[in-house]
């Protein structure tokens, strides 16, 4: 990506075509494999009552897009290409935080506290990224928003058909949450942090 801001073709991309296509080949058969396995081994540990499946994803667009954002940018997007068989029993739970906060915090998480080495809860993008990327998105302009009611509706058209998913959002402004980044150990959570939570 760097290499790309500084206008040099990615090492990748200075490959003649003829090659890249077909190191794609080897790696999208590769890659099928892998997914199949994953699939199959994935319906198999949800298949019995009572499972759910969390599927985690954040969708944005510059700052500077106009709503409703168009392909490839977005939620409704990136929802539409789920599986029809999700969809059918998805709910959705929105974190909302503002950019401006998502990004000051982005910023705090990418210093690793001394004696550190876990990068899965340590890390941050650059800015540049924050605000391209992340910098707005569709969620809210995508739902129902009932005055008085706790949750909302996401109306979605998808594999031909209207999907009607619902969805929580869960404000997350104040910062409820970093508390249980910064220690692992459950025990040692602050109390009131935790009836905050």
């Not at 890659?31 to 019995?48: H, N, P, T, V």
Request: charged share 25%.
């Amino acid at each position: 990506m760097a290499e790309l801001r500084a206008g040099a073709r990615m090492k990748l991309g200075r490959l003649p075509s003829d090659v890249r296509k077909l190191l794609a080949s080897h790696v999208a058969v590769s890659a099928e494999s892998k997914m199949q396995k994953l699939s199959k081994s994935c319906r198999r540990d949800i298949s019995g009552k009572n499972k759910t499946a969390i599927i985690e994803f954040s969708r944005g667009a510059d700052a500077s897009l106009p709503l409703p954002l168009d392909p490839p940018f977005g939620y409704r997007f990136a929802l539409s290409r789920l599986n029809p068989d999700i969809l059918k029993k998805a709910s959705i739970l929105y974190i909302n935080v503002s950019p401006e906060e998502s990004r000051r915090r982005n910023a705090e998480r990418a210093v690793l506290p001394p004696g550190c080495t876990d990068t899965t809860l340590f890390h941050g993008v650059p800015t540049e990224v924050m605000l391209r990327d992340y910098g707005r998105d569709d969620f809210m302009a995508m739902c129902d928003l009932v005055p008085g009611k706790l949750g909302s509706t996401v109306q979605l058209q998808a594999h031909g058909r209207l999907n009607s998913i619902p969805a929580g959002i869960f404000n997350n402004d104040d910062d409820l949450t970093s508390f249980i980044r910064k220690n692992s150990d459950s025990n040692e959570w602050p109390q009131k942090d935790c009836d905050n939570l």
